[in-house]
């Protein structure tokens, strides 16, 4: 048997469980703005993906606070144009579990938690020198999804990149050395765990016999 449900039927709660609890692990961006007042913002979307390759774009949608109020990020690139998605790994996720609490927008997570602000080449928005993999976005695309307004969709292209040299071999990123951290639902965060390959098969046309 299977469970049916009528999303008609729920709550704002239960739907938030079954997309959080399904849609696992979700990979983490741990984005860096700047206000149009000059304050620096982190803060950590687990409603993150690649987008595109040529351009190269990723997407992060940010969910609104109650009564559709935009979060700092959100407003911060609308504003700006810019920000840096800083990569999570073992060794910063929880720094960057402390930059998700509810500061207010003239308060800098990055100043208040004494995290390294290292400078972008291509943005305004610093980096953070407890990542070692850095995307530097300018905003491509800003979209508002609901009615009333439910979550700001951030669509950047990636003009620079910074790979620590310890992880990039061979023209790509080692994702052992990397130990990248995904999310899942409640409190809860993944590693890699055990991995293995799936050749990607061909299609082959059946012969008459």
């Known amino acids: 048997m299977r469970m049916e449900i009528d999303i008609s039927a729920i709550g704002r709660q239960d739907k938030y469980k079954l997309l959080i ?12 703005s ?16 690649v987008a595109s390759i040529e351009p190269m774009l ?3 949608a940010v969910i609104r606070k109650p009564g559709s109020v935009m979060k700092d990020t959100a407003r911060n690139i609308a504003e700006t144009k810019e920000f840096v998605v800083n990569m999570v790994d073992v060794f910063n996720v929880d720094a960057v579990n ?16 004494g995290l390294t602000q290292l400078p972008s080449v291509a943005v305004r928005p610093p ?7 850095h995307f530097e976005c300018r905003l491509h695309r800003f979209m508002t999804l609901g009615e009333p307004a439910a ?18 071999r ?16 409640g409190h809860w965060y993944a590693t890699l765990g055990e991995l293995f390959e799936r050749p990607r098969p061909m299609y082959q046309p059946k012969q008459d016999s």
């Open 21 to 32: 609890g399904g849609v696992v692990p979700r990979p983490i961006a741990w984005v860096t």
């Open 170 to 185: 061979d023209g790509k990123i080692d994702i052992d050395t990397f130990s990248p951290v995904s999310r899942l639902a």
């Open 127 to 133: 980096r953070l020198g407890e990542s070692r993999v």
């Open 34 to 49: 700047l206000s149009a007042d000059g304050v620096v913002n982190a803060a950590p979307f687990s409603y993150f993906n």
């Open 151 to 168: 979550s700001d969709l951030i669509i950047g292209e990636v003009v620079h990149v910074h790979i620590d040299d310890s992880l990039y």
């Open 58 to 60: 990723v997407s992060v």
């Open 98 to 113: 402390q930059t998700s609490a509810d500061y207010p927008p003239e308060v800098s997570e990055v100043e208040e938690l």
